[in-house]
């Protein structure tokens, strides 16, 4: 069997060596390139012999970040695939990474058996993300739960959003005191919210 040609652009040296110190010892895989960061990477790649087919990239690197520097490598290499392994999690980084051309995206915080897994799945074709990071692409494409407001509710939080007093929305709605603090109680318990702070914030937010 054709062994994995790995390369690996890891900053950190203790996670760097611990990575070639594992791949190393691996019969399916041959590590041709180790670099720093993407501008070293991109000089070694001209004066390798050997073509990498897959590439562990970080994000936090020193000078080029790995999301700046992965359309440079794609425009490089077109064919390698590049699989993410980072500390950040956040749904945005995510999605750049996978826009920019990433197959794969994976936290730090998993095994290196985990990582040999998830290379092996690429070199057959597939990808991977890490159990978090794939939860967090479902929930982000997870129906929204919609907050349904009566167009009364909504009067009165415009009201309060404004800054008026409770007296001063019943005036302007031809409507009791007690009525308003009713809605109120009813909007509270839709939003499920506690307090006018957390009220205003999805106010802000356009969360209503």
Known sequence: M?????????DDLIIQESLVEYFGLQDAIEIVLVANSVEQFIELIKNSEITPSILLLDINLPGISGLE????????????????????????????????GACSYMSKRISLQKILEAVKIVSDGGSYMSPAIARKIANYYAPKKKLLLTDRQMEIVEGIVSGKSYKMIATDLFV???????HIKNIYKTLEINCKA???????????
């Open 2 to 10: 054709k062994p994995i040609n790995l390369a690996i652009i890891e």
């Open 198 to 208: 957390e009220l205003i914030r999805k106010s802000f937010n356009k969360e209503l």
């Open 69 to 100: 520097g992965l359309p440079v490598i794609k425009k490089e290499l077109p064919d390698l695939d590049v699989m993410m392994l980072t500390t950040f999690d956040e749904t945005d980084k995510i999605f750049e990474a996978l826009s920019c």
């Open 176 to 182: 009791s005191i007690d009525t308003v603090r009713s």
